[in-house]
């Protein structure tokens, strides 16, 4: 293991100095950065070049350039040593100081939008695999293709026009008609008929459950203005707490596995405990404290596996965390919901931001904050989701195909083993094994794709600054998006090659 990882440190080391000089040879011969001022009409004209040139080691060879600049991020790799230099903009702003505050943009922007598309993508593929042919895997599909072939500016205009300039209009009289209920709740009815299956009966039972609860949902929702003064309460949260049990029981464990069903109990009641008990603490948090809640939850959710025992200590555990992990996430919406009132009277009645990633001027505790940030990245998150989302649950539903014809899958159904088993812990395991290797290509070319949704959106972020760079000849921005890219390619394509030890044990690293 330890010379596979030396090896390959030193093989993507030498990828990086050899892709970098294309890419600064590239740049440097095909982009003048003295352009604007040639224009000008300064009368001053010729001191600003000769500035430029200064600044900018114009008067150096591009290659002796490249030399040099590749010292300076080389001093990136000494630890501690406050030495990282990538050089100087146009505008004479060092690279390394505005590098951070744009790759923090990019990578909140592109992480929910990547795990909510594995999440969903991989989740929805399963389903669709394991109803093959049905009227939900003709949906999905048609679905899949045509987000697929969306360009990502159209998506995001789209949303900018019907989703944050039609949704704040909503908010100006949050009142749903009940014919649009209706028409809402038999779309949702098809749906969930769809995932259920069954026979006729079953489906229609369950298109008439799900629809007629729905309609009742929204229009009680709009009864008791809750799109104005949101919040899941006590009620709706036990509701929640105890689906979440169950379901969490019942993919991971199975019903029938009393032990298991007991740490998910106890895990939802410390759950309620604590939403019921912690609310003062909410008022006065801070990130650092919501995280130290979440570390001792999780602690607390192994141990509650560890103690409840049984032949399978590993499966309570993993029950009680995931128990753990949805429910505090539940709480912890429920308490940006409280603060939405708030948020509402900030942005004038305006919540859903179209540009930028925050408000200027906006004050607040954590939770108003926080709801601005998501209200400024929703937008180009959904346009982000609904590209990569096509492609996992492709890749996902002819994975797990092609994992249940095999013939460790027939073995397993033979020898009496439930579906649920057979699907959870034999077939998805090895559908992961192609999920990994798409997730490391699809790391780099989401932060480095996001050009477009950025612009649009207008958030200051990796993409942006690739973008003005080249526009202007800059080159040192330019190599620093390069680096980080191919930093970020490299490091989780690695990953991925260790995953596959983890994922399949015929596989060996050496």
């Known amino acids: 293991m330890a010379s596979f990882i030396l090896r390959r440190l030193l093989v993507s080391v030498l990828i990086i100095i050899a892709a970098s000089f294309l890419m600064y040879m590239l740049v440097a011969y095909s982009a003048d950065p003295l352009a604007d001022l040639r224009s000008s009409n300064n009368p001053n004209k010729t001191q600003l070049i000769n500035a430029r040139i200064q600044l900018l080691q114009l008067d150096i060879a591009p290659p002796l350039r490249w030399l040099l600049w590749l010292g300076g991020a080389a001093k990136c790799l000494i630890p501690f040593a406050n030495s990282c230099d990538l050089g100087s903009t146009i505008s004479n702003a060092k690279v390394v100081d505005i590098l ?3 790759l923090t943009s990019t990578v909140q922007l592109v992480t929910v939008a990547l795990i909510l598309a594995i999440l ?19 949906v999905v599909t048609f679905l899949s293709f045509f987000l697929y072939s969306l360009p990502a500016f159209l998506v995001a205009v789209l949303l900018k026009e019907f989703v944050a300039i039609g949704f704040n209009n909503f908010l100006a009289g949050p009142t749903i008609p009940w014919w649009v209920a209706v028409l809402i709740g038999v779309v949702a009815g098809l749906i ?33 203005n809750w799109f104005l003064h949101p919040g899941l309460g006590p009620v709706v949260m036990i509701i929640l707490i105890a689906g979440t049990v169950i379901g969490a029981t019942a993919l991971t464990a199975g019903l029938q596995s009393r032990r298991a069903l007991i740490a998910a109990s106890i895990a939802g009641a410390v759950s309620l405990v604590c939403y019921f008990g912690l609310q003062w603490l909410f008022n006065i948090s801070t990130p650092a404290t919501i995280a130290i809640l979440a570390i001792v939850a999780i602690l607390v959710s192994l141990a509650i596996g560890w103690f409840v025992g049984g032949y399978d200590r590993g499966q309570n555990m993993r029950v009680a965390v995931l128990v753990t992990i949805v ?30 990633s925050s408000t200027p001027g906006l004050t607040g505790d954590m939770w108003v904050t926080g709801l601005d940030t998501f209200t400024h990245l929703a937008l180009p998150t959904i346009a982000l989701l609904l590209i990569s989302f096509a492609s996992y649950t492709r890749y996902s539903r002819a994975g797990m195909l092609e994992v249940l014809g095999q013939d460790f899958i027939r073995t397993a159904r033979a020898k009496g083993l439930p579906e649920r088993t057979v699907v959870v812990r034999h077939a998805f395991r090895n559908m992961l094994i192609p999920i990994t290797t798409l997730v490391a290509f699809d790391v780099g070319a989401l932060l480095g794709g996001a050009i477009i949704t950025e612009k649009v959106f207008a958030i200051p972020g990796m993409g942006s600054l690739f973008n003005a760079g080249l526009q202007r000849g800059d080159l040192n921005p330019v190599m620093a998006y390069f680096l980080v890219i191919a930093v970020m390619a490299i490091l989780f394509n690695f990953l991925a090659d260790l995953s596959y030890a983890a994922l399949d044990p015929r596989v060996r690293v050496r």
């Open 192 to 224: 969930w008929q769809s995932l259920i299956g069954g026979d006729m009966r079953r489906r229609a039972v369950t298109f008439g459950v799900s629809g007629v609860a729905t309609a009742g949902v929204l229009l009680l929702m709009s009864a008791t």
């Open 100 to 102: 951070p505050q744009a």
């Open 120 to 138: 969903l993508g991989v989740t929805i593929g399963i389903v669709t695999a394991l109803r093959q042919y049905s009227g939900l895997d003709n």
């Open 327 to 356: 429910s505090g996430f539940l709480i912890i919406v429920d308490r940006f919901m409280q603060a939405w009132p708030t948020y509402f009277q900030e942005t004038n009645g305006r919540p859903i931001a179209t540009v930028g």
